[in-house]
Nanobody
Framework: QVQLAESGGGLVQAGGSLRLSCAAS????????MGWFRQAPGKEREFVAA????????VNADSVKGRFTISRDNAKNTVYLQMNSLKPEDTAVYYC??????????????????WGQGTQVTVSS
């Protein structure tokens, strides 16, 4: 039903910033918990951040606390990930995902029903 499309990735130097966007189509995400995940080559998929439907609850992975900020604009059917103070270890494909339960934040990727195709983030040293 819902299709998610990430954008905003690219190549940046360490210490720089990027803002990722996740635009939804085919249905509203306003009642879904939304999450960001990432996967680097040769590594497992990693939880990054999640936000409940109205933004009342936010959880960030320890590895990105103080540097990344997840937000959403339900009127635009879009979720964002502001990434500051980027490090080479942040290099990965970043995925947007939707949990249709809608009231909670969960960490396992398999709990999320809809996924985008991903956007590449590369941080050079």
């Amino acid at each position: 039903q819902v299709q998610l499309a990430e954008s905003g990735g690219g190549l940046v130097q360490a210490g720089g910033s990027l803002r990722l966007s996740c635009a939804a189509s085919g249905g509203s995400i306003s009642v879904y918990t939304m999450g960001w995940f990432r996967q680097a080559p040769g590594k497992e998929r990693e939880f990054v951040a999640a936000i409940t439907r109205t933004g009342g609850s936010i959880v960030n992975a320890d590895s990105v606390k103080g540097r990344f900020t997840i937000s959403r604009d339900n009127a635009k059917n879009t979720v964002y990930l502001q990434m500051n103070s980027l490090k080479p270890e942040d290099t990965a494909v970043y995925y947007c995902a939707a949990d249709t339960t809608g009231w909670r934040i969960v960490f396992p990727g398999y709990e999320y029903e809809y996924w985008g195709q991903g956007t590449q983030v590369t941080v050079s040293s």
